[in-house]
């Protein structure tokens, strides 16, 4: 078990540019979530996946914002046009069980849009 | 809609002595529970959760916390604190059926020798 990854640690990117992020689950895990936490605050929720499939997906993941877990293994998040304010520390967890369980997180992707 | 409450923003205790975190919950049922540990610069890692049953619950480097229904309360404890106890602590909160914890904003934790 070497836990959740998530790939890169760090990105500095300039504002409107286009941003993708890695997160690789721990491999038996079905269960996938995507959180942001900004400075001074908890993770917020962002969207779930079970297995390949969205399931759910808070009104903090804007248009801009798409997440995809192809073939049920790791999943990507992309933020499109970039804005100041998506500077935050995105989480990545993952779950083998149902119904809010036990999550198991990653290091995180910390993003600077300047 | 579920919420948690984390009064504290900063608490400083000193190395040796006994550290009480505060989590008030806001739900029409019982919860999950769970206490994350964040060290600067990580992601979060699971101190200790409750489900049911037993209200006090031991986890993981000698924390412990209560649930208490009457007060809407987790609080986390420990006897003895320990320099590398400094970190951020987060209780967070989930519901059956649902799969999004919801996090209270943390306390920051400061050991002083």
């Known amino acids: 078990d070497t836990g959740v990854s998530q790939d890169p640690r760090h990105k500095i990117t300039k504002r409107g540019q286009n941003v993708t992020f890695r997160c690789d689950p721990i491999?038996?895990?079905?269960?996938l979530y995507w959180y942001r936490q900004t400075l001074g605050q908890g993770p917020e929720f962002l969207t779930y996946?079970?297995?390949?499939?969205?399931?759910?997906k808070s009104r903090l993941l804007s248009d801009r914002f798409s997440a995809e877990r192809p073939k049920g293994s790791f999943s990507t998040l992309e933020i499109q046009r970039t804005e100041q304010g998506d500077s935050a520390m995105y989480l990545c967890?993952?779950?083998?069980?149902?119904?809010?369980?036990?999550?198991?997180f990653g290091p995180g992707t910390r993003l600077t849009v300047t | 809609a579920q919420s948690v409450t984390q009064p504290d923003i900063h608490i400083t205790v000193s190395e040796g002595a006994s550290l009480e975190l505060r989590c008030n919950y806001s739900y029409g049922a019982t919860p999950y529970l769970f206490w994350y540990v964040q060290s600067p610069g990580q992601g979060l890692q699971l101190l200790l959760k409750y489900f049911s049953g037993d209200t006090l619950v031991q986890g993981i480097k000698g924390f412990e916390a209560e649930f208490k229904r009457s007060q809407s309360s987790f609080n986390l404890r420990k006897p003895s604190v320990h320099w590398s106890d400094a970190a951020e602590y987060f209780c967070?909160?989930?519901?059956?059926?649902?799969?999004?914890?919801?996090f209270g904003t943390g306390t920051r934790l400061t050991i002083i020798p």
């Open positions: 996946f079970q297995n390949e499939a969205q399931l759910e």
């Open positions: 967890a993952s779950s083998l069980e149902p119904g809010a369980g036990e999550q198991y």
């Open positions: 491999s038996e895990h079905n269960r």
């Open positions: 967070a909160l989930g519901v059956w059926g649902n799969e999004k914890l919801t």
